[in-house]
């Protein structure tokens, strides 16, 4: 088992995505492309999913395949981050094997 010690240490966070830790039910984030904005909140979910079971709903406004889809980014994310040991990636869903968080 991972210690949460050793999770925070693969997730680095730049100071705007301190909302993202807020404990709101709704996180709104603004700004242009390229802000790193999906990357940081696919890596906040990763971590919640790492700490805590449950159903997490990640969707972005427009996705027109697959491809563009946040299974997508979270999967690309796991593999960026070296977390595929923590993960099961599959078709439609991804599954913490932690937490068993989806």
């Known amino acids: 088992m991972i ?3 050793e ?5 680095k966070f730049p100071s705007w995505a301190k909302i993202l830790f807020n404990k709101s039910r709704f996180k709104i984030i603004h700004g242009g492309r390229g802000g790193g904005k999906s990357y940081n909140v696919a890596d906040f979910l990763l971590l919640v999913s790492m700490t805590r079971s449950g159903t997490i709903l990640c969707a972005r406004q427009f996705q027109n395949s697959m ?10 994310r796991i593999s960026e981050l070296k977390l595929d040991e923590y993960f099961y990636i599959l078709k439609t869903e991804i599954i913490c094997k932690l937490t068993r968080a989806r």
């Open 3 to 5: 210690s949460k010690n």
């Open 7 to 11: 999770i925070n240490k693969k997730f």
């Open 67 to 76: 491809a563009d889809s946040v299974h997508s980014l979270l999967a690309s």
